[in-house]
């Protein structure tokens, strides 16, 4: 057996040495090398993770936030239609009420003028009358002065 | 007859690796001097990577992470529990890594002829016995307390050690098996060994008839050699493990 172990160059000295080695090289590689690599990978899957789960939460609140968008829309333009049809019913009825007072006071004018032209030709009339008395007069005074010459 | 002298001139093979001199009745041999070059080169990447790992990645980090992220979720699905894989990825990814650095530094163009004291300085680690051993005897440790840790010493006793008197082809198994357990010490040692050691022999071959293009071409195939037994030691370590955790086959038939 030593014959055999002498033909490989074994030696216990070297066997231990060279498992020292193995063992340091183990230890460091761990150390420095797997368990930071590792913990780099799971940070930053969860770094991932963790961004998937905000993007989602994005999209949830941009889609609430059209639903409610198209929601305020539309009640927004419902509003803006009863908005303008009222002010449409209010505009005709002023527009109505507009056209009547003026046909009242059209009226009304036209009344006072009538009025005022009766009277106006009634006085013409009366002031007529006493101008023609009085020319009859006259030529009845002329006439009545000539046949006593 | 001149294969003869070429042999003794050209091509020359040693089980054993050289000792170039000892250090407080340690025998420093150049497999020891490589390796030690080897592990303090690892060691100070390792330690200048780890400063820059940061969570946005650059190429090289997202190179590592992927392929980290591709052996230990491997790993998770073989031994089938994360924790299973975190006790269990360091120690094979740095079988792995030491394996192919050992593997692949003796190709690094002209690192074997430099000499020190007439002989070569460095020499590929896994032409020595002394480390494949080594590392076959940390998996089997590894293997057969985790087994006992995992599953209970009575459970994994149960494998190997059945009442002859109950089922004497299971007793017969049951020694098989633990015969089998011993023998991965020499096949796990050995596979590491021989190939990397052919490997570097059929290279000095190739050198010695076909200088030109040869050795460049043996080269080549044996970097894949290389990788290739870097990842069947780390690979039948998971294996190995995966087949100690699991409970006993005899369990749920009796």
């Known amino acids: ?149 | 007859m001149e294969g003869g002298t070429a042999h003794q001139s050209g091509i020359h093979v040693a089980l054993a690796a050289e000792r170039i001199g000892s250090f407080f009745g340690i025998p420093l041999t150049n497999t020891l001097v490589t390796t030690w070059l080897i592990v303090g080169v690892i060691v100070i990447l390792t330690l200048v990577l780890s400063n820059r790992i940061s969570l946005i990645p650059g190429r090289f980090q997202t190179l590592l992470e992927m392929l980290f992220e591709f052996v230990y979720n491997y790993v998770v699905e073989t031994l089938g529990s994360r924790e299973m894989a975190n006790k269990f990825f360091p120690l094979l990814t740095t079988i792995f890594i030491f394996v192919l650095c050992l593997n692949w530094f003796e190709f690094l163009p002209g690192v074997e002829s430099i000499l020190y004291h007439g002989e070569p300085l460095f020499r590929g680690v896994n032409t020595d016995l002394t480390t494949p051993l080594v590392l076959a005897f940390v998996s089997f440790f590894v293997i057969e307390i985790t087994g006992i840790a995992t599953i209970g010493v009575y459970k994994y006793g149960s494998k190997f050690l059945v009442n002859p008197f109950k089922s004497p082809i299971g007793a017969m198994i049951g020694v098989i098996e633990l015969i089998g357990e011993f023998v991965r010490l020499v096949s796990l040692s050995f596979r590491l060994f021989g190939n990397i050691l052919a490997g570097s022999v059929i290279i000095a071959v190739a050198t010695y008839f076909a200088p030109y293009g040869g050795p460049g071409i043996l080269s080549l195939f044996e970097v894949f050699i290389g990788f290739l037994q870097a990842a069947v030691f780390a690979l039948l370590t998971l294996f190995f493990i995966k087949l100690a955790i699991e409970e006993p086959h005899g369990a749920e038939v009796h």
Request: proline content about 1%; overall charge neutral.
């Open chain 1, 1 to 149: 057996m030593n014959q055999l172990f002498a033909a490989f160059g074994l030696d216990v000295k070297l066997l231990l040495i060279q498992a020292l080695n193995f063992a340091i090289l183990l230890a460091v590689l761990w150390r420095f090398l797997y368990t930071p690599v590792l913990k780099m990978i799971d940070e930053r899957r969860a770094k991932v993770a963790e961004g998937v789960q905000k993007a989602e939460a994005a999209d949830r609140r941009l889609a609430d936030a059209n639903e409610e968008g198209k929601g305020l829309v539309a009640s927004a333009s419902k509003d803006a239609e009863g908005i303008v049809a009222s002010a449409r019913n209010r505009a005709e009825e002023q527009a109505s009420e507009i056209s009547k007072r003026a046909q009242e006071r059209a009226d009304q004018l036209l009344a006072d003028a009538q009025a005022r032209a009766e009277e106006a030709k009634r006085q013409a009339l009366a002031s007529g009358e006493k101008e023609i008395a009085r020319a009859a007069m006259l030529a009845a005074e002329k006439i009545l002065k000539g046949s006593s010459h």
